[in-house]
């Protein structure tokens, strides 16, 4: 399983701080994001800090240039959930993080039941 990890680019450095696998995770407008029938969810909480020169929004656009893959032991791929914005903790969206600051990002991703997550990958598009 994923462990405690650390990503630096131009744009930003991403910890990885933790990995969890739930059916449903709790949001801040009530209704939980949930597993579909034969799925669970993959949540990973990371720490980012903004080292780029340009502003980065989160929970809307994500790191500009990066492409975030997760795959499990058997080599598929997770399918990343984009209500990041909803999730308690994460910034809100349209917040733009200067360069220098930094925040906790939780990702979660949609897992084919009983998957075990392995790999986090970071493309940088640059």
Not at 100 to 112: K, Y
Request: proline share 4%; net charge negative; hydrophobic share 40%.
């Amino acid at each position: 399983m994923l462990g405690e990890t650390a990503a630096d680019f131009v744009r930003g450095t991403l910890t990885v701080s933790s990995v969890e696998v739930v059916g449903e995770v709790a949001t801040n407008d009530g209704g939980p994001i949930t597993a579909a029938a034969g799925e669970q969810l993959v949540v990973i909480r990371t720490h980012f800090v903004n080292k780029g020169t340009a502003t980065v929004d989160l929970s809307c656009s994500g790191v500009p240039d990066w492409y975030i893959q997760v795959f499990d032991t058997e080599q598929r791929e997770l399918a990343q959930v984009f209500e990041t914005y909803r999730i308690p903790g994460n910034p809100e969206c349209n917040h733009q993080m200067l360069s220098g600051q930094e925040a906790d990002w939780t990702l979660v991703f949609r897992a084919v039941e009983g998957a075990t997550p392995r790999v986090f990958q970071i493309t940088d598009s640059r």
